[in-house]
């Protein structure tokens, strides 16, 4: 019954910014993490940046003083802001709920992101 749509992704020029977002059905506060994964033509899935319920926020290292990760819980939307946008994240970017009881992961259909020149 959860469901996760994600938007925002398209094409930017290397050194571009976008803004994801992750607009979920139920209130985020029922989720322990959300997080931001992505997937890049013959590679496996990697994560890219978790927050917790409580606000910690964490970074995969590629993408550190990048992209911010945050969560608005009145909209029951997160968010990935991207900046200075390299070749190498161009990738499918997917949002990802987990619920600690019962113990079950969401995924959203994927949001295309392609940096290019």
């Known amino acids: 019954q959860v469901q996760l749509v994600e938007s925002g992704g398209g094409l930017v020029q290397p050194g571009g910014s976008l803004r994801l977002s992750c607009a979920a059905s139920?209130?985020?506060?029922?989720?322990?993490?959300m997080a931001w994964y992505r997937q890049a033509p013959g590679k496996e899935r990697e994560l890219v940046a978790r927050?917790?319920?409580?606000?910690?926020?964490t970074y995969a290292d590629s993408v550190q003083g990048r992209f911010t990760i945050s969560g608005d819980m009145a909209k029951n939307t997160m968010y990935l802001q991207m900046n200075s946008l390299k070749p190498e994240d161009t990738a499918v970017y997917y949002c990802?709920?987990?619920?600690?009881?019962?113990?079950?992961?969401?995924w959203g259909q994927g949001t295309q992101v392609t940096v290019s020149s």
């Open positions: 990802n709920a987990v619920r600690v009881f019962p113990t079950t992961s969401y």
């Open positions: 139920e209130r985020i506060f029922i989720f322990n993490d």
């Open positions: 927050i917790t319920q409580s606000g910690s926020r």
